[in-house]
């Protein structure tokens, strides 16, 4: 049950795909065939501190410094993290008993989780290491619509032709030319998003009277305010 808890109130509003069930380092390093995925495919979460990171291997460890190492065979998954940083590792466990056991990661977070809100697109591009493993929303209009393997590959595009990939395990209706704002984890130079939907900008009174422009608006001001002062002067 505390487990449970924990793993619900450690989780914030995008947290689902991302952050799934935590499991102590100290709780696969005591009973490792429980977590093999081989044996039983699942994905767990793991948070630890990193102790090591380099191309050819990574390891974290928790408060009572039990290890666990991490395959880091996608290094575009830990662009900008360092050694000390407080991460969460989504992926599988892969025990091998006459070998390194590892947890192979599908997502790797800041943690605790990080929510930059909106940002540009341009931003990200320009600098990704800097909004690697963190949740973020985007605006942009949709270039590329392909569905395949169970999820959408989209590409984002802002005003100024900078690009982003992303990846949506949801449906949608949304087409190419759509305006769209996705809310989702960057990692790995994609967005894994399940929230997605037209961006709309805000009705102005245009669009709910229509044919009302901003000379009539001039005007409708102008004429309240010398009613209003015609009245003041009555009273």
Do not use: W
Not at 5 to 16: G, I, Q, W
Not at 31 to 59: F, H, W
Not at 124 to 151: C, F, H, P, Q, W
């Amino acid at each position: 049950m505390a487990l449970l808890l924990l793993s619900c109130t450690a989780t914030n509003a995008y947290a689902s795909m991302c952050e799934l069930e935590i499991v102590p380092i100290s709780k696969i390093n005591d009973d490792p065939s429980a977590y093999d995925s081989t044996m039983a495919y699942r994905k767990i979460s793991v948070i630890g501190n990193i102790t090591e990171l380099s191309k050819q291997s990574a390891s974290i460890d928790d408060a009572s410094l039990e290890q666990l190492k991490i395959d880091v065979t996608k290094v575009e998954l830990f662009e900008g993290f360092n050694v000390s940083d407080e991460i969460m590792v989504t992926g599988e466990y892969i025990y091998d008993p006459l070998g390194d056991s590892m947890l192979t990661p599908t997502y790797v977070l800041h943690y605790p989780t990080q929510d930059l809100g909106l940002v540009n697109i341009s931003d990200v591009v320009a600098d990704t290491a800097a909004y690697n493993g963190k949740y973020m929303i985007v605006a942009g209009n949709l270039t590329s619509v392909e569905k395949s393997m169970g999820r959408y590959t989209l590409v984002a595009e802002d005003e100024e032709g900078n690009r982003l990939k992303v990846f949506f395990y949801g449906s949608t209706e949304l087409q190419v030319g759509d305006r769209a704002k996705i809310t989702g984890l960057y990692n790995g130079r994609i967005l894994h998003s399940e929230s997605m939907g037209l961006d709309k900008s805000p009705l102005s009174i245009s669009t709910l009277i229509p044919g009302f422009s901003s000379v009539m608006g001039a005007i409708a001001i102008l004429s309240i305010a010398l009613l209003l002062k015609s009245k003041q002067r009555k009273d």
